[in-house]
């Protein structure tokens, strides 16, 4: 390797970075160990190169996600990290900015369905990468568990010439980077997704988070009554740290940029969420304790 990267122009030494980053990272096998010097000797050419030639923001974005990877081992220049992460800083915003896709619009139709409540484009606590939907589910111990999925559309693939894909370089990066910080990551697939009817979608969708273990009430659940409780007066409660308020329909809206993040929104009575989770289909299975908290 170190005989041809003199050769080497800066999208080629790019791209060599940001593979030997995701071979010295992969979760899903044996992580391969590159010497260190190979590492110098690579950012060393392509400091040398980014002086002569135009670099592309997907090169940029590269040296950023390999030096997000290999933290000091790979250490660019102070003003080559800048543009780095201006780059990589601009992808994100860009992304936030798209309208949603045709595959995200049909499985958030499916999760609504299925009664599951998510949050869109939401922005991981490293501020790596802006994921396509987050479900929060708890744990048997009361813990919270969080799912990613991702509505992979055709540039997410590669197609073989035996007609099957295989997800792209790109596509496994952000999933190892994501499953490194502990998430559950599903991925739907536009070529599997499409050949779905709207049945065998809410179908797929229930299974893969069953098959994961996931606690997260269904619609068409039967749920204690309790249950249901804390998650209304929780949802409820993050609202009112927003400052924002529920629209028609009791779906939670975030605060304008002239709300007071004081505002408080006062829960309302308990007989109301009960009769709210009524309206919405939910059956609930009312206890001794809280019909008796009903009646105080």
């Not at 939401?122 to 990613?148: A, I, N």
């Not at 009817?197 to 269904?218: G, P």
């Not at 329909?249 to 004081?262: D, I, K, N, V």
């Amino acid at each position: 390797m170190l005989a041809c990267v003199d050769d080497f122009n800066s999208q080629a030494l790019a791209n060599t970075v940001w593979a030997v980053a995701m071979l010295m990272n992969n979760i899903e096998g044996d992580k391969i160990t590159i010497n260190q010097n190979v590492l110098d000797r690579l950012l060393h050419q392509l400091l040398e190169a980014i002086e002569f030639s135009t670099v592309e923001e997907q090169h940029f974005q590269q040296i950023f996600q390999a030096h997000h990877l290999l933290g000091d081992r790979f250490k660019p220049s102070a003003a080559l990290l800048d543009q780095a992460r201006e780059a990589w800083a601009k992808q994100l915003a860009s992304r936030s900015s798209s309208p949603q896709s045709s595959l995200e619009r049909e499985v958030a139709a499916c999760l609504d369905r299925l009664g599951i409540t998510y949050d869109v484009e939401v922005l991981t606590e490293d501020g790596m990468h802006r994921v396509d939907m987050l479900v929060r589910g708890r744990t048997d111990d009361g813990g919270e568990r969080l799912l990613v999925i991702e509505c992979d559309g055709p540039t997410h693939f590669l197609r073989s010439s035996d007609g099957t894909y295989r997800i792209d370089g790109s596509t496994y990066a952000r999933n190892c980077d994501l499953r490194k910080l502990g998430l559950d990551v599903l991925c739907v697939a536009w070529h599997e997704w499409t050949s779905l009817t709207k049945d065998e979608r809410d179908a797929y969708l229930r299974r893969e988070l069953q098959e994961r273990d996931f606690k997260h009430s269904f619609k068409c659940d039967n749920v204690p009554v309790e249950t249901a409780l804390i998650e209304a007066r929780r949802r409820v409660n993050r609202l009112c740290e927003v400052g924002g308020h529920a629209a028609e329909g009791g779906a939670l809206t975030r605060p304008t940029p002239q709300a007071s993040a004081s505002a408080y929104v006062p829960p309302p009575p308990y007989i109301d969420y009960l009769s709210e989770l009524r309206e919405r289909g939910i059956v609930v299975e009312e206890t001794n304790n809280a019909k008796k908290r009903r009646t105080e």
